[in-house]
Protein backbone atom coordinates (compact mmCIF):
# COMPACT_ATOMS: atom_id res chain seq x y z
CA UNK A 1 0.00 0.00 0.00
CA UNK A 2 1.27 3.54 -1.00
CA UNK A 3 2.42 5.78 1.62
CA UNK A 4 1.66 9.32 -0.27
CA UNK A 5 -0.36 11.83 1.08
CA UNK A 6 -2.08 14.23 -0.71
CA UNK A 7 -0.48 17.32 0.21
CA UNK A 8 -4.18 18.93 0.66
CA UNK A 9 -7.55 17.40 2.00
CA UNK A 10 -10.07 16.90 -0.64
CA UNK A 11 -12.32 19.19 -1.54
CA UNK A 12 -15.19 19.14 -3.47
CA UNK A 13 -14.99 22.06 -4.91
CA UNK A 14 -11.30 21.43 -6.21
CA UNK A 15 -12.83 17.72 -8.02
CA UNK A 16 -12.73 19.50 -11.18
CA UNK A 17 -9.18 18.62 -13.14
CA UNK A 18 -8.69 21.54 -15.92
CA UNK A 19 -7.29 19.63 -18.94
CA UNK A 20 -7.42 20.47 -22.52
CA UNK A 21 -6.94 17.35 -24.88
CA UNK A 22 -6.95 17.07 -28.19
CA UNK A 23 -9.62 14.77 -29.84
CA UNK A 24 -8.11 14.89 -33.22
CA UNK A 25 -8.89 11.82 -34.85
CA UNK A 26 -10.80 9.84 -32.05
CA UNK A 27 -13.59 8.79 -31.58
CA UNK A 28 -16.09 10.60 -30.00
CA UNK A 29 -20.21 9.57 -29.34
CA UNK A 30 -22.87 11.49 -29.26
CA UNK A 31 -26.29 11.11 -28.13
CA UNK A 32 -28.64 13.39 -29.71
CA UNK A 33 -30.06 14.86 -32.47
CA UNK A 34 -31.67 18.16 -31.42
CA UNK A 35 -30.39 21.67 -31.04
CA UNK A 36 -28.00 20.86 -28.12
CA UNK A 37 -26.69 18.15 -30.35
CA UNK A 38 -25.51 20.86 -32.70
CA UNK A 39 -23.72 22.74 -30.56
CA UNK A 40 -21.59 19.97 -29.28
CA UNK A 41 -21.40 18.66 -32.74
CA UNK A 42 -20.10 21.80 -34.02
CA UNK A 43 -17.45 22.27 -31.38
CA UNK A 44 -16.16 18.52 -31.51
CA UNK A 45 -15.55 18.31 -35.70
CA UNK A 46 -14.09 21.84 -34.99
CA UNK A 47 -11.77 19.52 -32.91
CA UNK A 48 -11.07 17.06 -35.55
CA UNK A 49 -12.98 14.40 -33.49
CA UNK A 50 -14.02 11.70 -35.28
CA UNK A 51 -17.89 11.77 -34.11
CA UNK A 52 -20.09 9.02 -34.18
CA UNK A 53 -23.90 10.37 -33.45
CA UNK A 54 -27.33 8.20 -32.04
CA UNK A 55 -30.48 9.72 -32.70
CA UNK A 56 -33.76 9.09 -33.66
CA UNK A 57 -33.52 11.74 -36.08
CA UNK A 58 -31.08 14.55 -36.72
CA UNK A 59 -31.65 18.49 -36.58
CA UNK A 60 -31.05 19.84 -40.40
CA UNK A 61 -27.26 21.32 -39.57
CA UNK A 62 -26.36 17.53 -38.37
CA UNK A 63 -28.05 16.49 -41.53
CA UNK A 64 -26.01 18.68 -43.39
CA UNK A 65 -22.94 17.74 -41.74
CA UNK A 66 -23.48 13.65 -42.22
CA UNK A 67 -23.85 14.36 -45.89
CA UNK A 68 -20.64 16.67 -46.19
CA UNK A 69 -18.61 13.81 -44.52
CA UNK A 70 -18.10 15.38 -41.22
CA UNK A 71 -20.31 12.90 -39.04
CA UNK A 72 -21.28 9.25 -38.83
CA UNK A 73 -24.87 8.64 -38.19
CA UNK A 74 -24.14 5.05 -36.38
CA UNK A 75 -27.69 4.49 -35.33
CA UNK A 76 -31.04 5.50 -33.92
CA UNK A 77 -31.00 3.13 -30.65
CA UNK A 78 -28.51 3.06 -27.93
CA UNK A 79 -27.50 -0.46 -27.19
CA UNK A 80 -24.34 -1.66 -25.15
CA UNK A 81 -22.72 -2.13 -27.67
CA UNK A 82 -23.08 1.27 -28.74
CA UNK A 83 -20.19 2.63 -26.11
CA UNK A 84 -16.90 0.71 -26.76
CA UNK A 85 -14.42 2.43 -28.11
CA UNK A 86 -14.84 5.69 -27.95
CA UNK A 87 -12.77 8.34 -25.76
CA UNK A 88 -15.34 10.47 -24.65
CA UNK A 89 -19.57 10.20 -24.60
CA UNK A 90 -21.71 13.28 -24.80
CA UNK A 91 -25.42 13.13 -23.86
CA UNK A 92 -26.88 15.76 -25.40
CA UNK A 93 -30.48 15.12 -25.25
CA UNK A 94 -31.66 11.35 -24.22
CA UNK A 95 -34.15 9.49 -22.26
CA UNK A 96 -33.58 8.92 -18.57
CA UNK A 97 -32.90 5.40 -18.56
CA UNK A 98 -30.41 5.75 -21.68
CA UNK A 99 -28.62 8.52 -19.74
CA UNK A 100 -28.17 6.03 -17.06
CA UNK A 101 -27.00 3.80 -19.36
CA UNK A 102 -24.68 5.60 -20.74
CA UNK A 103 -23.57 6.83 -17.31
CA UNK A 104 -22.96 3.24 -16.06
CA UNK A 105 -21.33 1.74 -18.71
CA UNK A 106 -18.88 5.01 -18.68
CA UNK A 107 -18.14 5.00 -14.91
CA UNK A 108 -17.37 1.08 -15.26
CA UNK A 109 -14.88 1.26 -18.28
CA UNK A 110 -13.44 4.31 -16.89
CA UNK A 111 -14.15 6.89 -19.91
CA UNK A 112 -15.09 9.90 -20.06
CA UNK A 113 -18.47 10.84 -19.98
CA UNK A 114 -20.67 14.14 -20.36
CA UNK A 115 -24.57 14.44 -19.18
CA UNK A 116 -25.58 18.05 -20.59
CA UNK A 117 -27.35 19.50 -17.57
CA UNK A 118 -26.45 16.56 -15.59
CA UNK A 119 -23.98 17.22 -13.36
CA UNK A 120 -24.13 13.98 -11.09
CA UNK A 121 -23.39 12.21 -14.02
CA UNK A 122 -20.81 13.36 -15.61
CA UNK A 123 -17.22 12.92 -14.61
CA UNK A 124 -16.12 15.57 -17.93
CA UNK A 125 -17.44 19.27 -17.89
CA UNK A 126 -17.23 21.07 -21.02
CA UNK A 127 -16.44 24.75 -20.03
CA UNK A 128 -17.23 28.14 -21.49
CA UNK A 129 -14.76 28.98 -23.81
CA UNK A 130 -13.04 31.88 -25.31
CA UNK A 131 -11.75 30.58 -28.63
CA UNK A 132 -8.89 32.51 -29.97
CA UNK A 133 -7.29 29.49 -31.46
CA UNK A 134 -4.89 28.19 -30.65
CA UNK A 135 -5.06 30.46 -27.96
CA UNK A 136 -7.63 29.28 -25.74
CA UNK A 137 -9.27 30.52 -22.51
CA UNK A 138 -11.73 27.90 -20.30
CA UNK A 139 -14.02 28.72 -17.84
CA UNK A 140 -16.20 26.43 -15.80
CA UNK A 141 -17.95 26.50 -12.58
CA UNK A 142 -17.85 22.98 -11.58
CA UNK A 143 -21.11 22.09 -13.09
CA UNK A 144 -22.52 24.42 -10.09
CA UNK A 145 -23.61 27.84 -11.87
CA UNK A 146 -22.96 27.51 -16.02
CA UNK A 147 -24.55 31.09 -16.84
CA UNK A 148 -22.40 32.17 -13.94
CA UNK A 149 -19.30 31.07 -16.52
CA UNK A 150 -20.72 32.21 -19.60
CA UNK A 151 -21.19 35.66 -17.93
CA UNK A 152 -17.16 35.13 -17.29
CA UNK A 153 -16.33 33.93 -20.58
CA UNK A 154 -18.26 37.22 -22.24
CA UNK A 155 -16.06 39.66 -19.90
CA UNK A 156 -12.75 37.54 -21.07
CA UNK A 157 -13.68 38.09 -24.42
CA UNK A 158 -13.84 41.78 -24.49
CA UNK A 159 -10.06 41.40 -23.01
CA UNK A 160 -8.66 39.13 -25.73
CA UNK A 161 -8.08 40.86 -28.89
CA UNK A 162 -9.34 38.60 -32.19
CA UNK A 163 -6.13 39.23 -33.31
CA UNK A 164 -4.40 37.23 -30.36
CA UNK A 165 -4.92 33.76 -32.24
CA UNK A 166 -3.09 34.36 -35.23
CA UNK A 167 -0.25 35.78 -33.35
CA UNK A 168 0.47 33.32 -31.13
CA UNK A 169 0.18 31.18 -34.38
CA UNK A 170 2.66 33.33 -36.03
CA UNK A 171 5.21 33.38 -32.45
CA UNK A 172 4.53 29.24 -32.70
CA UNK A 173 5.95 29.16 -36.07
CA UNK A 174 9.41 31.25 -34.88
CA UNK A 175 9.82 29.39 -31.44
CA UNK A 176 13.27 27.51 -32.07
CA UNK A 177 14.41 30.92 -33.68
CA UNK A 178 13.26 33.15 -30.89
CA UNK A 179 15.11 30.22 -27.70
CA UNK A 180 18.17 30.09 -29.91
CA UNK A 181 18.49 33.69 -30.61
CA UNK A 182 18.09 34.71 -26.72
CA UNK A 183 19.77 31.81 -24.59
CA UNK A 184 18.46 33.91 -21.39
CA UNK A 185 14.93 34.32 -20.06
CA UNK A 186 15.18 38.04 -19.45
CA UNK A 187 16.20 38.63 -22.75
CA UNK A 188 13.36 36.05 -24.57
CA UNK A 189 10.82 37.57 -22.54
CA UNK A 190 11.74 41.45 -23.61
CA UNK A 191 11.41 40.05 -26.99
CA UNK A 192 7.84 38.21 -26.57
CA UNK A 193 6.87 41.64 -24.90
CA UNK A 194 8.01 43.84 -28.00
CA UNK A 195 6.43 41.11 -30.39
CA UNK A 196 3.21 40.92 -28.37
CA UNK A 197 2.69 44.40 -27.43
CA UNK A 198 4.34 46.58 -30.19
CA UNK A 199 4.59 46.38 -33.88
CA UNK A 200 4.48 42.99 -34.90
CA UNK A 201 0.92 42.48 -32.66
CA UNK A 202 -0.58 45.70 -34.48
CA UNK A 203 0.56 44.52 -38.06
CA UNK A 204 -1.48 41.22 -37.19
CA UNK A 205 -4.25 42.81 -35.76
CA UNK A 206 -4.00 44.85 -39.20
CA UNK A 207 -4.41 42.17 -41.11
CA UNK A 208 -0.49 42.37 -42.31
CA UNK A 209 0.57 39.01 -41.64
CA UNK A 210 3.80 38.86 -43.93
CA UNK A 211 4.83 42.57 -42.80
CA UNK A 212 4.98 41.01 -38.95
CA UNK A 213 6.98 38.22 -40.04
CA UNK A 214 9.28 40.27 -41.67
CA UNK A 215 9.70 42.70 -38.42
CA UNK A 216 10.25 39.29 -36.40
CA UNK A 217 12.80 38.33 -39.19
CA UNK A 218 14.59 41.33 -39.04
CA UNK A 219 15.01 41.26 -35.45
CA UNK A 220 16.14 38.07 -35.05
CA UNK A 221 18.66 39.10 -37.33
CA UNK A 222 19.67 41.98 -35.56
CA UNK A 223 18.55 44.30 -38.15
CA UNK A 224 16.17 46.73 -36.34
CA UNK A 225 15.76 46.73 -32.68
CA UNK A 226 12.80 45.19 -31.51
CA UNK A 227 12.17 48.33 -28.83
CA UNK A 228 10.89 50.25 -31.27
CA UNK A 229 8.34 53.34 -29.59
CA UNK A 230 5.03 53.87 -30.50
CA UNK A 231 2.19 56.34 -30.07
CA UNK A 232 -1.86 55.84 -29.54
CA UNK A 233 -4.37 58.45 -29.30
CA UNK A 234 -7.09 56.83 -27.45
CA UNK A 235 -10.24 57.76 -26.52
CA UNK A 236 -11.63 57.26 -23.31
CA UNK A 237 -15.37 57.75 -24.35
CA UNK A 238 -17.26 59.71 -22.17
CA UNK A 239 -16.49 58.35 -18.89
CA UNK A 240 -17.87 54.87 -18.14
CA UNK A 241 -15.73 52.47 -18.32
CA UNK A 242 -17.78 50.30 -20.39
CA UNK A 243 -18.30 52.74 -23.13
CA UNK A 244 -14.77 52.25 -24.12
CA UNK A 245 -13.86 50.11 -27.05
CA UNK A 246 -11.79 47.23 -27.36
CA UNK A 247 -9.04 48.50 -29.12
CA UNK A 248 -8.99 51.15 -26.49
CA UNK A 249 -8.75 48.71 -23.64
CA UNK A 250 -6.17 46.76 -25.00
CA UNK A 251 -4.09 49.75 -25.81
CA UNK A 252 -4.31 50.79 -22.36
CA UNK A 253 -3.55 47.47 -21.10
CA UNK A 254 -0.18 47.38 -22.72
CA UNK A 255 1.12 50.75 -22.58
CA UNK A 256 4.21 51.42 -21.16
CA UNK A 257 3.09 55.31 -20.84
CA UNK A 258 -0.26 56.90 -20.40
CA UNK A 259 -0.33 60.58 -20.65
CA UNK A 260 -4.00 61.44 -19.56
CA UNK A 261 -6.47 64.41 -19.66
CA UNK A 262 -8.02 65.04 -15.67
CA UNK A 263 -11.97 64.53 -16.84
CA UNK A 264 -10.25 60.45 -17.64
CA UNK A 265 -12.35 58.19 -15.52
CA UNK A 266 -10.07 56.47 -13.06
CA UNK A 267 -11.47 52.99 -13.39
CA UNK A 268 -10.59 53.29 -17.09
CA UNK A 269 -6.54 54.05 -15.48
CA UNK A 270 -6.84 51.28 -13.23
CA UNK A 271 -7.02 48.79 -16.75
CA UNK A 272 -3.56 49.57 -16.82
CA UNK A 273 -0.31 47.70 -16.13
CA UNK A 274 0.58 48.19 -12.39
CA UNK A 275 4.22 48.94 -13.56
CA UNK A 276 2.87 51.53 -16.42
CA UNK A 277 3.78 55.43 -16.09
CA UNK A 278 0.87 57.66 -15.47
CA UNK A 279 1.31 61.51 -16.57
CA UNK A 280 -1.20 64.08 -15.76
CA UNK A 281 -1.37 66.62 -18.35
CA UNK A 282 -5.40 68.19 -16.98
CA UNK A 283 -6.12 71.68 -18.73
CA UNK A 284 -9.03 72.82 -16.09
CA UNK A 285 -9.94 76.84 -15.97
CA UNK A 286 -7.38 79.14 -14.57
CA UNK A 287 -4.85 76.10 -14.33
CA UNK A 288 -2.52 74.71 -17.33
CA UNK A 289 -0.44 71.81 -15.77
CA UNK A 290 1.51 71.78 -19.11
CA UNK A 291 1.57 73.41 -22.45
CA UNK A 292 0.31 71.83 -25.54
CA UNK A 293 4.40 72.24 -26.75
CA UNK A 294 5.15 70.23 -23.66
CA UNK A 295 2.96 67.40 -24.01
CA UNK A 296 4.16 67.60 -27.79
CA UNK A 297 7.93 66.70 -26.23
CA UNK A 298 6.15 64.48 -23.49
CA UNK A 299 5.20 61.93 -26.03
CA UNK A 300 8.15 62.09 -28.39
CA UNK A 301 10.41 61.69 -25.33
CA UNK A 302 9.12 58.37 -24.33
CA UNK A 303 8.30 57.14 -27.63
CA UNK A 304 11.91 57.71 -28.52
CA UNK A 305 12.77 55.62 -25.91
CA UNK A 306 11.17 52.77 -27.02
CA UNK A 307 7.68 52.98 -25.05
CA UNK A 308 4.24 52.00 -26.14
CA UNK A 309 2.84 55.24 -25.31
CA UNK A 310 -1.09 56.29 -24.91
CA UNK A 311 -2.44 59.86 -25.30
CA UNK A 312 -5.40 59.14 -23.42
CA UNK A 313 -8.29 61.82 -23.86
CA UNK A 314 -12.00 61.97 -23.40
CA UNK A 315 -14.48 61.24 -25.82
CA UNK A 316 -12.97 60.86 -29.42
CA UNK A 317 -9.37 62.07 -29.65
CA UNK A 318 -9.69 64.01 -32.42
CA UNK A 319 -13.26 65.99 -31.55
CA UNK A 320 -12.44 69.00 -29.80
CA UNK A 321 -9.09 67.61 -28.35
CA UNK A 322 -6.04 68.73 -30.62
CA UNK A 323 -6.10 65.24 -31.36
CA UNK A 324 -4.48 66.58 -34.93
CA UNK A 325 -1.82 69.46 -33.58
CA UNK A 326 -0.44 65.78 -31.70
CA UNK A 327 -0.75 63.81 -34.44
CA UNK A 328 1.17 66.46 -36.83
CA UNK A 329 3.69 66.91 -34.26
CA UNK A 330 4.38 63.09 -34.73
CA UNK A 331 4.48 62.78 -38.02
CA UNK A 332 6.96 65.73 -37.94
CA UNK A 333 9.12 64.00 -35.96
CA UNK A 334 8.79 60.49 -37.59
CA UNK A 335 7.25 58.80 -34.56
CA UNK A 336 5.12 55.58 -35.86
CA UNK A 337 1.72 56.33 -34.15
CA UNK A 338 -2.42 55.45 -34.57
CA UNK A 339 -5.78 56.68 -33.37
CA UNK A 340 -8.10 54.68 -31.33
CA UNK A 341 -11.53 56.39 -31.98
CA UNK A 342 -13.99 56.71 -29.03
CA UNK A 343 -17.54 57.60 -28.28
CA UNK A 344 -17.65 60.77 -28.32
CA UNK A 345 -19.24 63.24 -25.17
CA UNK A 346 -21.95 64.72 -27.18
CA UNK A 347 -23.96 61.24 -28.89
CA UNK A 348 -23.16 59.32 -25.48
CA UNK A 349 -25.16 62.32 -23.31
CA UNK A 350 -27.58 62.79 -25.12
CA UNK A 351 -28.51 58.67 -25.15
CA UNK A 352 -28.18 58.51 -21.41
CA UNK A 353 -29.76 61.44 -20.95
CA UNK A 354 -32.54 59.60 -22.69
CA UNK A 355 -33.45 61.94 -26.12
CA UNK A 356 -31.89 61.15 -29.69
CA UNK A 357 -29.47 63.96 -31.78
CA UNK A 358 -32.04 63.58 -34.28
CA UNK A 359 -35.29 62.51 -35.13
CA UNK A 360 -37.48 62.86 -37.84
CA UNK A 361 -40.30 65.84 -37.30
CA UNK A 362 -38.03 67.33 -34.86
CA UNK A 363 -34.18 67.72 -36.37
CA UNK A 364 -33.24 66.59 -39.67
CA UNK A 365 -29.22 67.97 -38.80
CA UNK A 366 -26.63 68.46 -35.72
CA UNK A 367 -23.91 71.16 -34.80
CA UNK A 368 -20.97 70.09 -32.29
CA UNK A 369 -19.95 73.32 -31.42
CA UNK A 370 -17.18 74.54 -28.59
CA UNK A 371 -18.08 76.90 -25.91
CA UNK A 372 -14.56 76.78 -24.35
CA UNK A 373 -13.76 80.94 -24.31
CA UNK A 374 -15.03 84.07 -25.03
CA UNK A 375 -12.80 84.49 -28.21
CA UNK A 376 -13.96 81.06 -30.10
CA UNK A 377 -17.83 81.60 -29.10
CA UNK A 378 -17.70 84.98 -30.52
CA UNK A 379 -16.38 83.31 -33.57
CA UNK A 380 -19.51 81.55 -34.70
CA UNK A 381 -22.40 81.99 -37.14
CA UNK A 382 -25.18 82.49 -34.78
CA UNK A 383 -27.73 83.03 -37.43
CA UNK A 384 -27.07 79.71 -38.60
CA UNK A 385 -27.17 78.42 -35.48
CA UNK A 386 -30.24 79.92 -34.60
CA UNK A 387 -32.30 78.35 -37.21
CA UNK A 388 -34.60 75.51 -36.06
CA UNK A 389 -35.48 71.90 -36.79
CA UNK A 390 -31.54 70.92 -36.05
CA UNK A 391 -30.18 70.44 -32.68
CA UNK A 392 -26.90 72.53 -31.10
CA UNK A 393 -24.52 70.07 -28.78
CA UNK A 394 -22.19 72.53 -26.94
CA UNK A 395 -18.63 71.14 -25.56
CA UNK A 396 -17.23 72.68 -22.60
CA UNK A 397 -19.87 75.86 -22.29
CA UNK A 398 -20.99 75.88 -18.73
CA UNK A 399 -18.98 79.02 -18.47
CA UNK A 400 -20.51 80.65 -21.68
CA UNK A 401 -24.08 79.73 -21.10
CA UNK A 402 -25.90 83.59 -20.34
CA UNK A 403 -23.99 84.53 -23.61
CA UNK A 404 -25.31 81.37 -25.57
CA UNK A 405 -28.94 81.96 -24.56
CA UNK A 406 -28.72 85.88 -25.33
CA UNK A 407 -26.65 85.25 -28.47
CA UNK A 408 -29.45 82.86 -29.73
CA UNK A 409 -32.71 84.94 -28.51
CA UNK A 410 -30.88 87.64 -30.76
CA UNK A 411 -30.51 86.12 -33.62
CA UNK A 412 -34.21 84.46 -33.81
CA UNK A 413 -34.26 81.09 -32.00
CA UNK A 414 -37.63 80.73 -30.95
CA UNK A 415 -37.57 80.94 -26.39
CA UNK A 416 -39.30 78.24 -26.40
CA UNK A 417 -36.79 75.98 -27.60
CA UNK A 418 -36.29 73.00 -25.47
CA UNK A 419 -32.71 72.42 -23.98
CA UNK A 420 -30.99 70.37 -21.32
CA UNK A 421 -27.65 70.39 -19.78
CA UNK A 422 -26.30 66.96 -18.82
CA UNK A 423 -23.51 66.80 -16.13
CA UNK A 424 -21.09 63.71 -15.64
CA UNK A 425 -23.38 62.08 -18.70
CA UNK A 426 -23.15 58.76 -18.40
CA UNK A 427 -21.79 58.21 -14.60
CA UNK A 428 -23.20 57.29 -11.90
CA UNK A 429 -23.34 60.69 -10.79
CA UNK A 430 -25.05 62.12 -14.20
CA UNK A 431 -27.95 65.04 -13.46
CA UNK A 432 -29.70 66.49 -16.84
CA UNK A 433 -31.15 69.89 -16.10
CA UNK A 434 -34.01 70.47 -18.08
CA UNK A 435 -36.33 73.84 -19.46
CA UNK A 436 -36.28 76.15 -22.48
CA UNK A 437 -33.90 78.14 -23.99
CA UNK A 438 -35.09 81.66 -23.06
CA UNK A 439 -35.04 80.06 -18.97
CA UNK A 440 -31.14 78.61 -19.90
CA UNK A 441 -29.35 81.32 -17.26
CA UNK A 442 -31.87 80.90 -14.49
CA UNK A 443 -32.06 76.85 -15.02
CA UNK A 444 -28.28 76.45 -14.66
CA UNK A 445 -28.19 78.98 -12.00
CA UNK A 446 -30.88 77.44 -9.55
CA UNK A 447 -29.23 74.04 -9.95
CA UNK A 448 -25.49 75.22 -9.68
CA UNK A 449 -24.94 73.57 -13.13
CA UNK A 450 -20.96 72.61 -13.24
CA UNK A 451 -18.72 70.91 -16.09
CA UNK A 452 -18.02 68.22 -16.97
CA UNK A 453 -21.50 69.22 -18.63
CA UNK A 454 -22.71 69.37 -22.47
CA UNK A 455 -26.01 71.56 -23.57
CA UNK A 456 -28.36 70.71 -25.72
CA UNK A 457 -30.38 73.31 -27.82
CA UNK A 458 -33.44 71.83 -29.87
CA UNK A 459 -36.63 70.16 -29.94
CA UNK A 460 -34.99 66.87 -29.48
CA UNK A 461 -34.22 68.07 -25.58
CA UNK A 462 -37.80 68.00 -24.91
CA UNK A 463 -37.71 64.02 -25.03
CA UNK A 464 -35.65 63.71 -21.93
CA UNK A 465 -38.14 63.05 -19.45
CA UNK A 466 -40.02 60.58 -21.30
CA UNK A 467 -37.29 58.97 -22.77
CA UNK A 468 -34.85 58.69 -19.67
CA UNK A 469 -33.67 55.22 -18.76
CA UNK A 470 -30.38 55.73 -17.06
CA UNK A 471 -31.50 56.30 -12.93
CA UNK A 472 -30.46 60.19 -12.93
CA UNK A 473 -32.39 62.67 -11.35
CA UNK A 474 -33.88 65.29 -14.22
CA UNK A 475 -34.43 69.08 -12.75
CA UNK A 476 -36.19 71.75 -14.15
CA UNK A 477 -36.77 75.62 -13.98
CA UNK A 478 -38.87 76.43 -10.78
CA UNK A 479 -41.67 78.95 -11.09
CA UNK A 480 -40.31 81.64 -9.34
CA UNK A 481 -37.16 82.72 -11.37
CA UNK A 482 -33.81 83.67 -10.22
CA UNK A 483 -31.55 86.70 -10.81
CA UNK A 484 -30.19 86.17 -14.55
CA UNK A 485 -26.61 86.92 -13.64
CA UNK A 486 -25.01 83.77 -15.50
CA UNK A 487 -24.37 80.67 -14.69
CA UNK A 488 -22.52 79.02 -10.79
CA UNK A 489 -19.67 77.05 -12.55
CA UNK A 490 -17.28 77.25 -14.60
CA UNK A 491 -16.02 75.69 -18.57
Known sequence: MSNLKTPFPHQASSAWFPLFTNLYKSPVLLIGGDEVA???ARRLIAAGAQLNVIATELAPELTQWQQEGRLNWVGKQVTEDSFAGHLLIMVASAEPEVRDQARRWAQANHVLINVVDQQHASNAIVPAVVDRSPLMVAISSGG??????????????RLVPEHFGPLAELLGNFKLPIRNRFKGFPERRNFLRWALDGSVAKAVQEGHIDKAKQLIKNALQGKNSHRTGHVSLVGAGPGEPEL???RALHRIQTADTIVYDGLVDQRILDYAR????FIDVSKRPGEVRISQEGIHTLLAEHALKGEQVVRLKCGDPMFFCRGGEEVAWLRSQGIAYDVVPGITAASACASYAG???????FAQSVRFVTGHCERSIDRLDWQ??????????????????AHIETSLLAHGRNPNTPVAIVENGTRVNQRVLVGKLSELTTLAEQHQAQAPAILYVGEVAALAEQGSWFESPIKKVTAVPLRQAGCAGTA
Open 355 to 361: FPLTQRG
Open 144 to 157: NAPELARTVRSQIE
Open 384 to 401: ALAQDRQTLAFYMSVGQL
Open 38 to 40: VRK
Open 244 to 246: LTL
Open 274 to 277: RDAL
